[in-house]
């Protein structure tokens, strides 16, 4: 199944939810919806399950490669090639055979199938033996496999899962995840709202943005979430060293000037411009260092909070600069907060960018 969403939009009581979403999910694999709270994830999955009308726009659906886009004014055998699961999910009175064997009963599988499907998703969901318990009286996390459960016995085409692992037991949520993985490499595909980014980086290849309503980034997994380069999405993600300020020519290359501090950096740009540096890629030295780097900056240690085994350090070098040092290092050079320190870090290590 294809679905190609263009310019659609959703407005409810005046007040617009979603604005212009061009997408397309076509090939298989696990497509992430991020974004704040209130940014229109729900909303968009289920305008695309079909379960939510589109305000305007053009929402197609390409059911096989054969045959040309699917008219959505009879949405019924549409929506049987999907699924959709919130969280938390809502159980029907009965017990948990019951509860999986519904879309079965509705389609008119036969009693001595729908068992066999039933058991089968159950043990791969190590929920083996729970078919006569009680639905409603299982723990979250039971309850959320049982509903992913009750979605897969039907076997769809594209599942769609509202933050599927949110509040969830570590067993159940990495089940989950596990079945997610698995259904990607089956061929199927996957949307999946979710604030966990550590799961974004875990399990999705695609990632569309949410911001105010709109599709703000979009792309693969891994260009989205280490080089997506707008300071809204850094906030988002809880980038460190993130800085507003402008790029002006030096004699023999670029400087980035924030306020009163400027620091080289390699770049075309040159003008109003954003920037970014990886705590991790900051040197932090009790005393000056002949480098090859670019940049040494004098600086005070104002925070430092231990984090396993790292600290992370704010320095402030006229502004605060997020530093991260092991625990080793820092107890080798005897710092403390108050301490003088030297911030080294190269040029190239500073990522600049016009926001858009």
């Not at 000056?288 to 790292?310: D, F, H, P, Q």
């Amino acid at each position: 199944m294809k679905i190609v969403a263009r310019n659609i939009s959703k407005s409810f009581d005046g007040k617009t939810v979603l604005e212009d979403i061009t997408l397309t999910i076509e090939k298989p694999g696990v497509y992430a919806l991020v974004g704040p709270n209130g940014s229109g994830k729900t909303t968009l999955m289920r305008m695309l399950a079909l379960l939510e009308r589109i305000g305007s726009g053009t929402l197609k659906y390409k059911v096989r490669d054969t045959e040309g886009y699917a008219s959505l004014n009879t949405t019924s055998g549409i929506r049987r090639r999907m699924a959709l699961i919130h969280n938390p999910a809502v159980m029907f009175s009965g017990s948990v055979g019951y509860n999986i064997g519904y879309g079965l009963r509705v389609r008119g599988v036969s009693r001595t199938a729908r068992t066999k499907k039933v058991s089968r998703v159950l043990e791969h969901l190590s929920l083996g033996g729970f078919e006569n318990r009680e639905a409603k009286t299982l723990s979250a996390g039971e309850i959320q496999r049982v509903a992913l459960a009750r979605a897969l016995v039907i076997e769809p085409e594209l599942i769609f899962l509202d933050e599927p692992t949110a509040n969830l037991d570590p067993i159940s949520a990495k089940l989950i995840e596990q079945t997610i993985l698995e259904l990607a490499r089956r061929g199927k595909k996957v949307v999946l709202a979710t604030h966990n980014l550590w799961q974004v980086e875990r399990i999705a290849d695609w990632v569309w943005f949410l911001n105010d309503g709109v599709i703000s980034i979009s792309g693969t997994a891994q260009d989205v979430l280490h080089k997506g380069d707008q300071a809204f999405w850094g906030k988002f993600l809880g980038r460190d060293n993130m800085f507003a300020g402008e790029i002006v020519d030096l004699e023999n290359g670029k400087s980035f000037k924030a306020g009163n501090v400027s620091f080289e950096v390699a770049t075309d740009i040159t003008g109003p411009a954003m920037a970014s540096l990886n705590p991790n890629e900051i040197i932090l030295s009790a005393q000056k260092l002949v480098s090859s780097a670019r940049n040494v900056m004098e600086g005070m240690i104002t925070e430092a909070v231990s984090e396993g085994g790292l600290y992370k350090v704010t320095v402030d070098v006229g502004l605060p600069l997020a530093v991260a040092i092991t625990k080793a290092s820092w107890d080798e050079m005897g710092l403390q907060k108050g301490s003088k320190v030297y911030a080294v870090f190269k040029a190239s290590s500073v990522r600049v960018w016009r926001e858009e």
